[in-house]
């Protein structure tokens, strides 16, 4: 079985613990964020070469909190029990930080998505972040010849 982003970064860097379930709510979405940013940038980078600008505006119009939201609508159905209660405990986190350009609602649900990615980064399951994002923007439905969009 191939290993996680997380399993090489920690027995690389001879890292302990990152036991997603010792930390925040924030602390998840803190992390949860820079991996969410790596998987739609990736995305992005799918539709081929063009400027630097135009990539940065793509993925800032896929990773702002309205699109986030959207995201989580689309993949609610599809959590787990325990996924749902990590994406409540980010949402209903009180951050220090005030939504820009956002409304407080799709921030804090933002705020949820993210925390969740953190917690699935940190438990090891990079295929599950994939398959939720893949969800959310509507990438895991099967072609009209028949096969599933491969990752």
């Known amino acids: 079985m191939e290993q996680s982003l997380i399993q090489k970064i920690k027995e690389g860097l001879y890292l302990d613990g990152l036991d997603p ?41 896929m990773v702002k909190a309205s699109a986030q939201k959207e995201v989580f609508e689309k993949i609610e159905p599809f959590l787990t029990e325990e996924e ?15 939504a820009k350009n ?4 799709d921030y804090r649900k933002a705020t949820g998505v993210e925390a969740l990615v953190g917690y699935l980064y940190l438990a090891g399951d990079m295929d599950r972040i994939i ?16 096969e599933e969009h491969e990752s």
């Not at 063009?50 to 505006?57: A, D, I, R, T, W």
């Not at 956002?102 to 609602?105: E, K, L, Q, T």
């Not at 398959?131 to 028949?146: A, P, S, V, Y």
């Open 131 to 146: 398959e939720l994002i893949g969800i959310g923007f509507d990438l895991n439905k099967k072609e009209e010849t028949g």
């Open 102 to 105: 956002a409304s407080m609602m």
């Open 84 to 98: 749902m209660a990590v994406y409540k405990r980010g949402r209903n986190s009180k951050s220090g930080s005030v």
């Open 21 to 61: 379930k010792s930390y925040s709510p924030l602390s998840l979405a803190y992390i949860g964020d820079a991996i969410y940013e790596i998987v739609i940038r990736t995305i992005v980078m799918s539709a081929g070469n063009m400027s630097v600008n135009k990539y940065h505006k793509k993925s800032s119009s």
